[in-house]
């Protein structure tokens, strides 16, 4: 158990900074004060969505929402604009079962394993396309999984969340999906028990959290 402190105004700078720098970003957007000040970028996971999301939006040639209207709830933002973006990039639906796929095993699935599992239901994604989920994707990884090429996990409280807020819950429009959650949930039986008992954790700034990001570093 780890008890997280916010960061400091320093810290979300230099980490946002980095992690815009790192994706190649050839300019900064000029107004990261819209983020760094909020509540939310208190946390390190927060500040890697968002970078996450700009990214994303830059590598598909999509115009992003204004630093000032991103959500500022690490959730929120997962919800509302990164998974969206990427549903855009490789279909709602198969997004969807891919991310209940992995969700559903917390020590990781493969590339091989996803395709497998979203043939039998009748989901299933070209080469290319589940390709391009993965890289997408990859940055919800946990941290052990992060490298291009390997298995991939989601047990992190907050990208759960998003998932079951996007997909389950009735106002996200998860009931046009029915029929492919009955089909998901026949070759998973234990899909929506697993994302319920990982979602019941927290990773809050100032929480306990067992699936703490790593120890953010000092300015």
Known sequence: VVLIQPLTMSERNTILTRLLQKSGAKQLPTNLKHVTASSAAGSPLYLSMVAAYLNAS????????????????TIALLTF??????EDAVGAKQLRVFLEVVAAEPAGRTRKDIRVIM??????????????????CRILSDPIHSEHGAPISFTRHAIIQAITRRYRAPSSGGAQHQTTTDQAESAMPDMEPALQRRGANTDQPGAKNEHAAPPHPSP
């Open 58 to 73: 830059v590598s598909l040639g999509v115009q992003p929402v204004a630093l000032k209207a991103l959500k500022q709830d």
């Open 81 to 86: 604009h990164l998974l969206p973006l990427i």
């Open 119 to 136: 043939q039998k239901v009748e989901m299933a994604m070209a080469d290319p396309e589940l390709a391009r989920a993965m890289d997408l």
